[in-house]
Structure formats: structure tokens, C-alpha cells
């Protein structure tokens, strides 16, 4: 008999969520690769297509597919009850959880996404309520929280844990060989109106605040025919939005990306394409820009973070501000809207003080796209993480929370000046 397979996506707990397109896509993956080799069972708290959230206005996608979850104000766990805001669970309401674990039949392994370091209590609020009503279940763990915080992760008391993507503990474990040409298991949902896609995995760049050259090294290729099967299957269940994941979308667009858009217009596909993950403005080039506006991308964020040369040299140069600017005259000669490009900038960089973060603001404000203040999460092991050291513990993965970490670093006073000052900046720009 085919195991039984659990499949969840815990709530998050967090002073802010949005559905900007927040899919368990390491989980879907992973589910892809045992098509038709197991019985899966599907709880996503963050799916507001669920009839709980799809039947309430408040909840209701955005014309790209984006939206709020439900939430519930909790108080602030002890590490974060100096910083001044509510904290929240978004997601369904536990009790579904429970009665859903009730009324399944027993499953043999259930496998939990782990998302944000910080998010980790949504993950032990499911291993409990796993262990109370299907105490049979082997839990395994698998994504970010995992890989970045293993011996954290360790604690939780789950059965298995996978990190990064090496898969193979995991094969042996559930004692199944995967189809590693399947694409994610996307049909589990029964309504779905956003997706995601990842044409490549890892980085050619090594910024000194990120853990993907770390990870997953240097950038590789997926498969293209798999990508195109993923594209088709999600289409076919109704996505009209899709979300790119990947780290470095635009690298070596010649023998990714482009072959991937071309092939999506010879076959006609309509679909929003969105890229919430920051795009390198480096690789924009006239004709890029004409491909990816005309293959339908709709939303553009570009990460820039500072105008500094000196912050860019520290860190590790990406995008320079000559750069960005020839993006956005790209993008909009292309025919993007102005009010759709979103530069990213950092809050709360410990090398704040060589960022000029109000002279970056100022010079996206200049450019005429809306600016937005990306708050840094310090993650152990990076070299800026690890710097962070002396301003929080970070054997606490709830240090590493984004909304905290410029409270802390600056104060909140100072945080609350920038972020108003980012919001002026944005409403001096036609609607
Ligand atoms: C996509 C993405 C996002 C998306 C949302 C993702 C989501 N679902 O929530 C967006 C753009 C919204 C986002 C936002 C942010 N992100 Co982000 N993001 C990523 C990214 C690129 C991929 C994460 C992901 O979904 N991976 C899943 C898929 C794509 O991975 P995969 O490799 O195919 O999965 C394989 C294995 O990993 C494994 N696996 C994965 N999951 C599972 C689960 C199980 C059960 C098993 C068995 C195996 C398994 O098997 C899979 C198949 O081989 C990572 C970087 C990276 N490359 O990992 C950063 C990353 C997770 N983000 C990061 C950061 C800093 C942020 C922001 C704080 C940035 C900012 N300042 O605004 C925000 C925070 C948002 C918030 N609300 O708090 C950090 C982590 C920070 C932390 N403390 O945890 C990362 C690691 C990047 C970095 N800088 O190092 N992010
Ligand atoms: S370009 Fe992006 S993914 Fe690559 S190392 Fe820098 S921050 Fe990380």
C-alpha cells in the first residue's frame, strides 16, 4: 500500500504578513518528485483560497493575486517584548488544524515546510498538534529554519531533518525512490489562482547579508522542459499569477530565461509574471526588457539598497546606481508602469552608516518608481550576521525577526523617521 503523507504549511508568527505570493514551495517540490508513489494529504494555514478566508472581503487577492491573511493578535514573546508593536499568528484558526488531524486517516510521515529562521513557533504549534492526534506520524522537517539553524530546529523534536536540498536522508527515510523529473505537486490545491516558478538555483554574487552562495553556491539551471510541464500543470489549475523564486532570474538570461519567455509566446500563454524576489537591475538590458514586458511580467522589484559606492564595496558591489537607472529607463521604454517598479533598499544594515540610506530614497524617489525599505534580518553564519552578534542573540532565531532587528539596531524612533519618510516619498508619485 502507498504510504499516507501529510503535507503542511505552518502559521506564521510575525508583527506583519502579506500574501505576496507565498507559496511551501520546497514542500510542493518535494511532494512533486512522489507523484503517484504516495497518499498525500494537503494543510496549508496561509492558503486564502481556503473557503475560511475566500468567503471574507477583507481577504480578497489583489488584481496580481496578493492579499492579507487572517490573523489574531497574541502578546509578544518574552525576546521581543521591548519592541513596540502587536505581534500576531496569521493563519486559519489552529482549531481547523485540529479537527482536520481528527478526521484523516492515520498517515504515516508528515512533512512540514519551514520558512523565516523567526517564523520557528508556527512550526512547533503544528509538531504539538501532530503529535497529540496522529502520534504515529514520523514528522520530517525540511527548508530554511532547518538549513540556517540546524541545531535550533534540532530541539523541536521532529524525526527527520533535511537541510538545504540534499534529499537523500529523505528517500532513505520513507523508504521510496522519487522521480526527480516531476514537477512540484501543485494539483493538491483545490483552488489556486497564484503560482511560483524557479528557473535556477543558487547565486553568482556573494553579498555579505545573504546565505545563498553558502547554501546552494554558485548558480546552476534547472531544467527547462520541467520548467515549461510546471508552467502548463499550473495554468491548467487556473494560476493567473506566477511568481518567479529564483535568486538570480536575470543571469545568464541568454540560456535561461530567454529560451523560457520564448517559448511561453510562440505557445500564446497569458500570465501575469511577478518578481517579488528582487530582480538584478545589472542584467536589464533594452532588449531584456522588451522580452520580459512583452511575455507578460507585471510587477518589478529591483534590489538596489544603496547609492553608496563605499556601502556596494563592503558589502559586495550588485547593482550601482547608473545601473538601476538604466533599468527603469528600460523597463518603462518597454512599456512597464513607473507605479509597478519597486526598488529595495536595506533598514537596519549594521554598515548603516556608510549606506546614505535617505540619499538612496531620494535618488529612486528621482527615478520616479516607488521605493521600498527592506528590513535586514541578520542571519548566523553570513558575515553581517554574524556582526550583528554584539546588538542580539542570535542563537534566538526570533533575533533574526526583520521588524525587530531595525528596532533594535536603530531605535524606533529613527525606524518609524525612515519608514515615514519612504511613504512621503512614494505619495509624490502619480498613482
Ligand atoms: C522566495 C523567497 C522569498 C519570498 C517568499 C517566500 C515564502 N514562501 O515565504 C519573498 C520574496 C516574499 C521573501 C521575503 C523575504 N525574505 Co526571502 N527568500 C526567498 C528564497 C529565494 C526562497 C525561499 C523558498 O521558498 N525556498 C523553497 C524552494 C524555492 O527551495 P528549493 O531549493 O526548491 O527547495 C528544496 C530544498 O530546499 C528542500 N526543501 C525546501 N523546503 C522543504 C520542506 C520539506 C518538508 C522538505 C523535506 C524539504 C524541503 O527540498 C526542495 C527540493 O529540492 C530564499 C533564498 C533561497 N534560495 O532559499 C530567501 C530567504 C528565505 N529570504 C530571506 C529574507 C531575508 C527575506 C526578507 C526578510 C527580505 C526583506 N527584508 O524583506 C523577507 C521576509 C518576508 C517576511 N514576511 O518576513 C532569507 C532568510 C531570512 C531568515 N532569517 O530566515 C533568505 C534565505 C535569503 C537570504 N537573504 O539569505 N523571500
Ligand atoms: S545577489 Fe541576491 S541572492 Fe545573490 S548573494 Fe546577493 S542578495 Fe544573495
Avoid at 501529510?6 to 510542493?28: E, H, I, R, S, T
Avoid at 511561453?264 to 545589472?282: C, E, F, W, Y
Amino acid at each position: 500500500m502507498a504510504p499516507k503523507i501529510l503535507l503542511v504549511n505552518p502559521p506564521v508568527y510575525d508583527f506583519a504578513a502579506y500574501d505576496f505570493w507565498l507559496k511551501p514551495y520546497g514542500l510542493l517540490s518535494v511532494a512533486g518528485f512522489l507523484r503517484g508513489k504516495a497518499d498525500f494529504k494537503l494543510f496549508d494555514y496561509l492558503d486564502r483560497l481556503h473557503p475560511f478566508m475566500a468567503q471574507i472581503k477583507e481577504f480578497q487577492s489583489d488584481r496580481w493575486g496578493r492579499g492579507r491573511f487572517y490573523c489574531e493578535k497574541i502578546p509578544n514573546p518574552p525576546p521581543l517584548s521591548n519592541i513596540p508593536r502587536h505581534f500576531r499568528r496569521f493563519g486559519l484558526p489552529r482549531r481547523m488544524f485540529k479537527d482536520f488531524l481528527s478526521r484523516t486517516a492515520p498517515c504515516d510521515f508528515a512533512l512540514v515546510q519551514t520558512t523565516m529562521t523567526y517564523w520557528y513557533p508556527g512550526v512547533t504549534e503544528v509538531i504539538e498538534d501532530i503529535r497529540k492526534f496522529q502520534p504515529q506520524a514520523k514528522i520530517i522537517l525540511g527548508g530554511n529554519y532547518v538549513t540556517l539553524c540546524p541545531s535550533h530546529a534540532k530541539k523541536l523534536g521532529a524525526d527527520l531533518l533535511i537541510t538545504a536540498d540534499n534529499l537523500e536522508p529523505l528517500w532513505q527515510f520513507i523508504n521510496i525512490t522519487p522521480d526527480l523529473n516531476q514537477p512540484p505537486l501543485w494539483e493538491i490545491y483545490n483552488r489556486l489562482n497564484a503560482g511560483v516558478l524557479k528557473l535556477s538555483d543558487g547565486c553568482p554574487f556573494s553579498c555579505t547579508y545573504c546565505s545563498v552562495p553558502k547554501v546552494y553556491g554558485k548558480f546552476k539551471p534547472r531544467s527547462l522542459q520541467r520548467a515549461l510541464a510546471e508552467l502548463q500543470l499550473l495554468l491548467k489549475l487556473g494560476a493567473e499569477n506566477i511568481a518567479f523564486y529564483d535568486d538570480a532570474l536575470l543571469y545568464k538570461a541568454n540560456e535561461v530565461l530567454t529560451p523560457f519567455l520564448e517559448d511561453t509566446l510562440k505557445r500564446s500563454i497569458k500570465v501575469n509574471l511577478h518578481t517579488p524576489n528582487a530582480l538584478n537591475a545589472r542584467f536589464i538590458t533594452s532588449e531584456l526588457a522588451k522580452l520580459i514586458v512583452k511575455a507578460g511580467f507585471k510587477t518589478f522589484y529591483l534590489g538596489f539598497e544603496s547609492v553608496s559606492s563605499q556601502w556596494h564595496q563592503a558589502t559586495g558591489p550588485k547593482v550601482l546606481s547608473d545601473e538601476l537607472a538604466g533599468a527603469v529607463e528600460h523597463l518603462i521604454a518597454a512599456g512597464a508602469a513607473a507605479g509597478n517598479i519597486t526598488a529595495y533598499q536595506i533598514l537596519g544594515h549594521p554598515a548603516i552608516d556608510i549606506q546614505q540610506l535617505e540619499a538612496s530614497m531620494r535618488f529612486v524617489n528621482k527615478l520616479g518608481i516607488r521605493g521600498m525599505l527592506a528590513d535586514f534580518s541578520p542571519i548566523p553564519g553570513t558575515p553581517d550576521g554574524e556582526l550583528c552578534r554584539k546588538y542580539a542573540d542570535l542563537n534566538e532565531p526570533l533575533f533574526h525577526n526583520k521588524t525587530a532587528f531595525p528596532v533594535i539596531l536603530l531605535g524606533f524612533d529613527e525606524t518609524n523617521r525612515l519608514k515615514d519618510l519612504q511613504r512621503k516619498l512614494n505619495r509624490t508619485l502619480p498613482k
